[in-house]
């Protein structure tokens, strides 16, 4: 049964929230203090959150990214955020905060300890998934949910099932933030820039709370898989990072999957059709029929989950005389990688043997790494990061990603950078939802987070 939202006065409330640098919202957090535990300082964090009016006040800026752009950011309107954290870190008095040439934001909260601490940054991207509209959101609260569905106002097709949505159960009495089922809501990952703004703000007005420097990355293009291609790692100068992504809170994900490509070439023997018998070997039938070969009950994405690996085809194009396939290898470590890429081989090898006159080749391409094998080299990062997530109250879960993150490319290049939870949840849909508890429970994991790598330094 859907359940009956608090109606929000949605003309009105919309009207409000468009346009940067607006100061009226009808939304304000609670305060929300958490007791000290004996191994904290003596005092308690008071906090008292900005995150929501601030996620309200992104979510309204349109930052779909482009695939088939071939710019950096790939759509210039993700710089209209880019401009607007600028300028809200700078009104914070981060002097050095910058949106670059590329679409990348920049900036620095200075340590204010004497301690050597290690350099951490907090990342999260601007952009939103091409797969759904990001233009016009309509955000809406549903408050103090109590269970059961949550019907969405825009589109009667649009429904958060609770059966659907397993997660929900963990919300009752919380606020959950949607669309009006028109949109995606960009909890994916404006959750993240505000969580991480609200803690950065939080710090600079509690200067009782030591700290190393913390250094602030906003991305354009995660989304397309080009978030970091043009992020100035020397200028960034941290040590360890973590980017604020994930989904259920509590969560830390340090282990993505590992990625390959692989694309099969067919050359076929072409002849008029009228005169074909016993000569012609046609490139799509033997790309065909490799397909067909594939295992049908295990290795492959509908067939797979927890930390099985799968090979999938993602494209074939060809005629007669030639035929391309191309694949997607993944799993969690090199060996499971090379397996399945050495079935292909064999499916390819013995397929070919039925057309003794055509050819083929096959080309692997190394796309990510896991990057567990990068950040295990660093415990403490993750250690650190759980201890935070309990600071805040929460279960830590540890966990790990199906696909890649920003955050495994940034492993590689030197910035070891596992994923934080944000809260996000059912992104890259018009169903998707965050709760304001969430987002605030994230923000208070950054802030321990700062305290504990100086606690530890
Ligand atoms: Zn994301």
Same mark, same amino acid.
């Given at each position: 049964m859907p359940l009956a939202f608090k109606p929000l006065d949605f003309k009105r409330y919309s009207g409000w929230l468009r346009g940067p640098g607006m100061a009226l919202f009808c939304y304000r957090a609670l305060p929300f203090s958490i007791l000290p535990r004996s191994h904290m300082l003596a005092s308690s964090l008071a906090f008292t959150h900005t995150v929501t009016e601030r996620f309200l006040r992104y979510?309204?800026? %349109?930052?779909?990214?482009?695939?088939?752009?071939? *710019?950096?950011?790939? $759509?210039?309107?993700?710089? #209209?955020l880019g401009r607007l954290l600028a300028a809200e870190l700078q009104a914070m008095g981060i002097g050095d905060a910058h949106l670059d040439e590329h679409g990348y934001v920049y900036a620095t909260?200075?340590?204010?300890?004497?301690k050597k601490v290690p350099v951490i940054c907090f990342c999260s991207h601007m952009d939103t998934s091409p797969d759904c509209t990001g233009k016009d959101v309509k955000?809406?609260?549903?408050?103090?949910?109590?269970?059961g569905d949550?019907?969405?106002?825009?589109?009667?097709?649009?429904?958060?099932?609770?059966?659907?949505?397993?997660?929900?159960? %963990?919300?009752?009495g919380?606020?959950?933030?949607? *669309?009006?089922?028109? $949109?995606?809501?960009?909890? #994916?990952n404006k959750a993240g820039l505000a969580e991480i703004m609200d803690a950065a703000?939080?710090?600079?007005?509690?200067?009782?709370?030591?700290?190393?420097?913390?250094?602030?990355?906003f991305t354009p293009d995660e989304e397309i898989g080009r978030g970091v291609d043009k992020v100035d790692l020397k200028k960034l100068g941290a040590d360890f990072a973590y980017t604020m992504d994930g989904e259920t809170a509590g969560n830390i994900e340090d282990e993505t999957f590992s990625a390959d490509g692989a694309t099969i070439t067919i050359e076929g023997v072409s002849t008029h059709p009228g005169f074909a018998k016993g000569k012609m070997e046609h490139a799509i039938k033997i790309a065909s029929a490799i397909v067909d070969r594939l295992p049908k009950d295990t290795c492959s994405p509908e067939t797979t989950e927890g930390k099985e690996g799968f090979l999938h085809p993602i494209a074939i194009k060809g005629e007669l005389e030639k035929a391309t396939l191309?694949?997607?290898?993944?799993?969690f470590n090199d060996d499971g990688l090379t397996e399945k890429e050495a079935l292909l081989e064999s499916i390819v090898k013995d397929v070919m043997k039925g057309f003794p006159r055509s050819t083929w080749r096959m080309e692997v391409k190394q796309q990510y790494r896991n990057m567990k094998q990068v950040i295990d080299r660093h415990p403490e990062?993750?250690?650190?990061?759980?201890?935070?997530?309990?600071?805040?109250?929460?279960?830590?879960?540890?966990?790990?990603?199906?696909?890649?993150?920003?955050?495994?490319?940034?492993?590689?290049?030197?910035?070891p950078c596992p994923n934080i939870f944000a809260g996000e949840h059912a992104f890259h849909s018009r169903l998707e939802w965050v709760s304001v508890q969430d987002m605030e429970k994230a923000a208070q994991t950054i802030v321990h987070l700062a305290m504990i790598w100086a606690e530890r330094a």
């Open positions: 979510v309204v800026i %349109d930052t779909q990214s482009d695939a088939a752009s071939p *710019t950096c950011p790939s $759509t210039e309107k993700q710089k #209209d909260i200075p340590a204010n300890t004497d955000p809406q609260i549903v408050r103090n949910y109590r269970g949550i019907a969405l106002p825009g589109d009667a097709t649009q429904v958060i099932r609770s059966a659907d949505h397993p997660a929900l159960a %963990d919300q009752i919380n606020d959950i933030i949607t *669309t009006d089922g028109t $949109t995606l809501l960009g909890a #994916d703000q939080f710090l600079l007005q509690n200067p009782q709370i030591k700290h190393g420097t913390i250094k602030i990355l191309s694949f997607i290898v993944r799993d990062i993750v250690d650190y990061a759980i201890e935070a997530i309990r600071r805040a109250g929460l279960t830590p879960v540890r966990s790990s990603i199906r696909g890649g993150t920003d955050g495994s490319r940034l492993s590689f290049m030197g910035l």
